[in-house]
């Protein structure tokens, strides 16, 4: 089972470290940024793949403060090279859960779409994203405590965006409303930190950018399903009566729920999860909410952050 986060854990140092240490990694990577960075070009984008395997790649802040859209197309490339370098060394997964902007590279990988069009969706969708103002924060505590968490605060205009887990999720709104919240944590000593993403999501007031989403993505075309992918905002299995560009701008305005979709993709009894991204915040998730399930619960890896990963 593959898990495809989303923007909120990307380390590119980890995956710079990664590409030079495992070559199988390294191969994946050059063949998908060799078509992302086609589409690169055609939206007037820096290349990425050169970079990152060249001797100076490019830092976080590097790819923060690049054109709109380089941060993106970088994770997105990142997750289905990852994915693809864990199928060659374990074979291909049974089913998927993309998470948020992790939804893209999730289907992609998936095939349904092609590496370049599922890029250009990563793209469309960093676009997106620059007219939905506001801001993300992540609160050490569960869903309800949240709740309450916005109720005390009087942050009407924020709203719980992503459920991790029991004991982690992700609120947001206008950056007023978020210090309101971060303040109220503090009083309750709940840990909150801003997360470094200039904008807000999974919010029912980003409408209008979830519309010029979907409608760019729509010419797309969309191929068959190679294995099932489930979607965190959806709360199940995309299928072929999906209109998967409505679906993907869901993302922009409705919360994304993690433990459900966990815990279904147990029913095709994985003999391991691994995380496609970068990072470990998913697969600690993912550890949390099966270890509470009713069944054994298969070994979760994150492999760019586990030192001595076997490729």
């Not at 309450?148 to 942050?155: R, S």
Request: glycine share 8%; hydrophobic share 50%; with cysteine.
């Amino acid at each position: 089972m593959h898990l495809f986060p989303g923007q909120g854990d990307f380390s590119v140092s980890a995956l710079v470290a990664s590409v030079h240490a495992v070559p199988g990694l390294r191969t994946a990577v050059r063949e998908v940024f060799e078509q992302v960075d086609t589409v690169a070009a055609e939206r007037g984008l820096p290349e990425l793949g050169p970079r990152l395997l060249g001797p100076h790649p490019p830092s976080g802040r590097d790819l923060a403060h690049a054109t709109t859209g380089t941060a993106q197309l970088a994770l997105f490339g990142a997750s289905v090279a990852i994915h693809r370098a864990l199928s060659t060394a374990y074979g291909a997964p049974s089913a998927a859960v993309g998470v948020s902007f992790g939804e893209i590279a999730a289907l992609t990988a998936a095939g349904v779409f092609a590496v370049e069009d599922g890029a250009r969706a990563a793209h469309d969708l960093a676009v997106a994203l620059t007219f939905c103002p506001g801001g993300l924060t992540a609160l050490a505590c569960s869903e309800r405590a949240a709740h309450v968490l916005l109720e005390e605060a009087g942050a009407t205009e924020a709203v719980v965006a992503v459920v991790n887990d029991e004991r982690s999720v992700v609120v947001a709104g206008p950056v007023a409303a978020l210090a309101l919240v971060e303040k109220a944590a503090a009083d309750r000593r709940t840990a909150a930190v801003r997360l470094r993403l200039p904008f807000s999501s999974h919010h029912p007031a980003l409408g209008h950018a979830a519309e010029a989403f979907a409608t760019a993505v729509r010419a797309y075309p969309c191929h068959d399903f190679r294995f099932p992918v489930h979607s965190a905002v959806a709360g199940r299995r995309y299928g072929p009566a999906d209109d998967l560009s409505a679906r993907l701008a869901d993302c922009l305005v409705r919360p994304a729920a993690v433990p459900p979709v966990l815990n279904q993709v147990l029913a095709y009894r994985p003999g391991a999860l691994f995380e496609a991204g970068t990072g470990s915040a998913l697969a600690s998730s993912a550890r949390t909410v099966l270890t509470a399930a009713l069944v054994p619960a298969p070994p979760v890896h994150a492999p760019l952050a586990e030192p001595g990963f076997p490729w």
